[in-house]
């Protein structure tokens, strides 16, 4: 009974089948082509997918963050699905190729889950990451979600119990793989290190209070929680999060 009354407080799943349209609105607005919004200095951004996706699923803004001078880099993730402690240590790992490369410390745009990770790794390593941008990221509690997602989350536990490979397990929450990650993800800010959490109260996946990051600017924007990778206002506010200092 618990579970059905919060998932009334959301609003209508099926409001995410908008997204496509979201999509098709960006490529129509000026912001696509990069007009009236601050453009990057050449530095690094990282990209990381939400839960049951990939790489591809930020495709769209790769290309924009390119366009308006930023360097998008891939997580390298196939699909989102994994142990979040190793996930996020093959991500620290990433960060280090990209800050080496680079010559400078990196920006994390993550979307969903992909946020999540992202504020990990600021907590973690303040010294690869400049800010982190998250969009429709539960941070203050990642399972503080649609329950419909809670089947998907439950099915993927199950089969990495299984032994299916490169799953998280039943045991991974809880369990010693993931506790660092997991206390990092709600921790305090390190100095210098800047987080915008852009939230939608049309979302239909994550509610609205768990973006809510009491160390985070926080964005409101109107979109779908899958179209938050392909709506225009979501692309404005990460273009004035990533602007480079004056």
């Known amino acids: 009974m618990i579970a059905l009354r919060e998932a009334f407080s959301l609003p209508p799943i099926w409001g995410e089948g908008r997204s496509t349209l979201e999509a098709a609105?960006?490529?129509?607005d000026p912001v696509w082509r990069g007009e009236g919004v601050p453009h990057g200095d050449g530095a690094p951004a990282l990209l990381v997918c939400g839960f049951l996706a990939g790489d591809d699923s930020l495709g769209l803004m790769a290309r924009w963050l390119k366009r308006i001078g930023h360097q998008p880099v891939r997580s390298g993730i196939r699909w989102n699905v994994g142990c979040?402690?190793?996930?996020?240590?093959?991500?620290?790992q990433r960060l280090e190729e990209t800050a080496a490369r680079h010559g400078s410390r990196v920006a994390v745009v993550g979307q969903s889950r992909g946020g999540c990770m992202g504020r990990v790794l600021a907590v973690r390593r303040p010294d690869?990451?400049?800010?982190?941008?998250?969009?429709?990221?539960?941070?203050?509690?990642?399972?503080?979600?649609?329950?419909?997602?809670?089947?998907?989350?439950?099915?993927?536990?199950?089969?990495?119990?299984?032994?299916?490979?490169?799953l998280f397990t039943a045991g991974c929450r809880a369990g010693p793989c993931c506790a660092p990650a997991t206390a990092e993800m709600t921790a305090p800010l390190p100095d210098g290190v800047s987080l915008t959490s852009v939230w939608s109260?049309?979302?239909?996946?994550?509610r609205r209070r768990a973006c809510l990051d009491p160390y985070a600017d926080l964005v409101e924007v109107?979109?779908?929680?899958?179209?938050?990778?392909?709506?225009?206002?979501?692309?404005?506010?990460?273009?004035?999060?990533?602007?480079?200092?004056?």
Not at 25 to 28: C, E, G
Not at 136 to 157: E, F, I, M, Y
């Open 222 to 246: 109107r979109a779908s929680h899958i179209g938050m990778a392909a709506h225009p206002d979501v692309y404005r506010a990460v273009a004035a999060a990533l602007a480079p200092a004056a």
């Open 25 to 28: 609105s960006l490529l129509r």
């Open 84 to 92: 979040l402690g190793a996930a996020v240590d093959r991500l620290e």
């Open 201 to 206: 109260r049309s979302d239909g996946i994550v």
């Open 128 to 166: 690869l990451v400049s800010r982190v941008v998250t969009l429709g990221s539960p941070l203050r509690d990642p399972l503080d979600v649609h329950p419909a997602l809670w089947a998907h989350v439950h099915a993927v536990g199950l089969l990495g119990t299984l032994g299916v490979p490169g």
